[in-house]
């Protein structure tokens, strides 16, 4: 096994039953092995630092229903709550103070916020700040608006494509919503000039390791700037309220893989990854991850984005959480980056 951990490391890619093989056969001293190689291959690329990123949940209205998510249009127990382009700017300045120099506006597919509405709220967020990056995670979109986005000084995009199986994709989603259209949005991101992130839950429902294959050589086709990578947590108001959580070894392992394949990629150690486990952050970033986005988000509506159970830092200022952050980062010998963290092929 360590002779395919050493084949990923060199030529960056497997064949597909190597990385069943690998994913299959993993254990404790292999996933040692995995990830300092991935710690190194990180540290060559970016030195020890982790990039920061603030995270603002704008609206947590959606109109899809995706099987595995809290803010699901049919959870009538959310309490739904949107921003305005006001606040939004507030948290940005918030943020800035604290040394962000990303903002990630995220949302759920929430027809309210038009493109005109869009393309204000990014031109004043990069007018205020010309010296940050400006990420949006807001879902499907046509090409038009893509574009309008980017012109209106975007520069990067977050769509997970949750699953590159076609057949488990419907078994996480309703009908309308189809995975041809999901790779369609992320190539035209992509061709767009976009920083383009896709990315998977791990231990979804139904999901297995060649499930897990597919999503890893997905990955290697489309060579995204970012991957998010952390488990699926249940939430107790969706039709996937009583299945069980991923498992933190297996997101770590993965996280790992990826390193390997992509040396080059945004990786965060996620919110979900830091929810299964007090350690779950530090213990990705030590796996290979790079980034992590705290929340920015105003503290009177933290409590209500809410994708899963038991979300961490829901009541937290965003003061306290870039300190709890600097600490547990400096802890393992990493240090907070001051700066927008760009993809090296885009620096
Ligand atoms: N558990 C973990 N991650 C989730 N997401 C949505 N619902 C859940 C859940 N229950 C993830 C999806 C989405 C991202 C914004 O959050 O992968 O793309
Ligand atoms: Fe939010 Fe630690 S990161 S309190």
């Given at each position: ?189 992509k ?5 383009v ?22 990955i290697k086709e489309f060579n995204p700037h ?35 394949m992509l040396?080059?990629v ?79 092929s885009?620096?």
């Amino acid at each position: 096994m360590k002779q395919l951990i050493d084949k990923l490391h060199k030529t960056r890619e497997l064949e597909p039953a190597e990385f069943k093989e690998l994913i299959e056969n993993r254990c404790s001293e292999l996933s040692e092995y995995l990830f300092a190689k991935a710690r190194a291959v990180q540290i060559e690329n970016y030195g020890n630092n982790v990039y920061i990123r603030g995270l603002i949940e704008f609206t947590n209205y959606c109109k899809n229903d995706c099987y595995y998510c809290g803010i699901r249009k049919s959870n009538s127990t959310a309490e739904r709550y949107r921003l305005t382009k006001e606040q939004i700017l507030q948290c940005c300045d918030t943020g800035y103070e604290l040394g962000f120099r990303t903002f990630v506006l995220q949302g759920g597919e929430d027809g309210y916020y038009t493109d005109e509405k869009m393309v204000d709220i990014i031109q004043s967020i990069k007018n205020n700040h010309p010296d940050c990056a400006l990420t949006l995670s807001m879902g499907e979109k046509s090409f038009e608006t893509y574009q309008a986005f980017f012109e209106a000084g975007a520069d990067r995009y977050l769509l997970r494509h949750e699953t590159a199986n076609e057949e488990h994709y419907s078994r996480l989603h309703p009908h309308n919503l189809l995975l041809k259209n999901r790779k369609q949005c992320l190539s035209d991101l992509k061709k767009i000039g976009f920083q383009v992130g896709c990315g998977f839950m791990v231990g979804s429902p139904f999901q297995n390791t060649d499930c897990l294959v597919e999503d890893l050589l997905f990955i290697k086709e489309f060579n995204p700037h970012m991957v998010g990578i952390g488990p699926f947590i249940p939430h107790h108001e969706t039709p996937f309220a009583k299945e069980k959580a991923g498992e933190l070894e297996l997101v770590l392992y993965l996280l790992g893989i990826v390193r390997l394949m992509l040396p080059e990629v945004l990786l965060p150690a996620t919110t979900a990854l830091g929810t299964i486990h007090p350690q779950g952050r530090e213990l990705g970033i030590l796996s290979g991850a790079n980034v992590v986005m705290p929340n920015l988000s105003p503290t009177d509506v933290r409590g209500k984005y809410l994708l899963y159970d038991n979300k961490i830092c829901t009541g937290d200022e965003a003061a306290e959480c870039r300190n709890c952050l600097q600490g547990r980062i400096e802890k393992i010998g990493y240090k907070i980056a001051v700066t927008r963290g760009d993809h090296k092929s885009k620096l």
